[in-house]
């Protein structure tokens, strides 16, 4: 089972040439209508059969949890597209919105057993928003730990929504850029930490800062993490 959950979290939101066009690749379900939808369009000459489930999804430490969830449900959970149509698909929350934070929750597509070696599996990510009255908001914070060798770059994540987290640069004092990764970077749930393996530098990226395009917005600074909230971290690596 961990060998399965790990596998589809390898296909978060990748999307080969030649499949299902999915819009819109993330969904959230507001807390006032409890569902939203996603279209899932087949260009190919061949019909899409398979099927789609919900995963409930966490993040404890470095590791990515999924999980049976059963507060939302999928319809319709068989799917089998026709060469050249759409299908829409249904998010349905089944009970209260989440009091205070977003929930994250993953939505797996998977091929019909005997389907073409081609066809991909896919992984979308599902929030189900707060009853909170105003929208939720992340509060990111980084910080670079580790040796120059091998460092690594951890986020915190103590807001109340998930932060979205692309094209990650790192600039040092002198203002010289170095990018780090292009596109996606990737998700950190609220209240949550996340840590990627940084390309090494004889200066630890220490003096410089890091860049992002945090949710959706434009290129701006990464704020650092405080050492207070840093050190429990640290201390259980």
């Known amino acids: 089972m961990r060998r399965l959950l790990a596998a589809l979290l390898a296909g978060v939101c990748t999307f080969p040439a030649h499949a299902l066009d999915i819009r819109p690749v993330s969904v959230s379900v507001p807390a006032g209508p409890a569902h939203a939808a996603l279209w899932l369009d087949n260009p190919e000459p061949t019909a899409w059969t398979g099927q789609a489930r919900l995963y409930r999804w966490t993040q404890q430490g470095d590791e990515e949890h999924l999980l049976p969830g059963t507060e939302v449900a999928v319809s319709p959970a068989h799917l089998a597209i026709p060469a050249g149509r759409r299908q829409r698909l249904r998010v349905v929350r089944l009970g209260a919105a989440p009091h205070d934070a977003q929930q994250g929750y993953r939505l797996i597509l998977t091929p019909a057993p005997g389907a073409a070696p081609a066809q991909p599996r896919y992984s979308l990510p599902v929030f189900l928003e707060p009853a909170t009255g105003t929208p939720p908001t992340s509060r990111l914070r980084v910080i670079a730990e580790g040796s120059p060798a091998l460092p690594r770059l951890r986020l915190y994540n103590d807001g109340d929504a998930h932060a979205h987290l692309a094209d990650l640069v790192f600039v040092d004092e002198q203002g010289r ?44 600074a990464l704020p650092a993490a405080a050492p207070e909230i840093a050190a429990p971290a640290q201390a259980g690596l």
């Open 177 to 220: 850029r170095q990018p780090l990764i292009d596109g996606l970077a990737g998700y950190v749930l609220p209240h949550s930490h996340r840590s990627w393996a940084l390309p090494s530098r004889p200066d630890g990226y220490a003096g410089g800062r890091f860049r992002a395009r945090l949710d959706h917005a434009a290129e701006a």
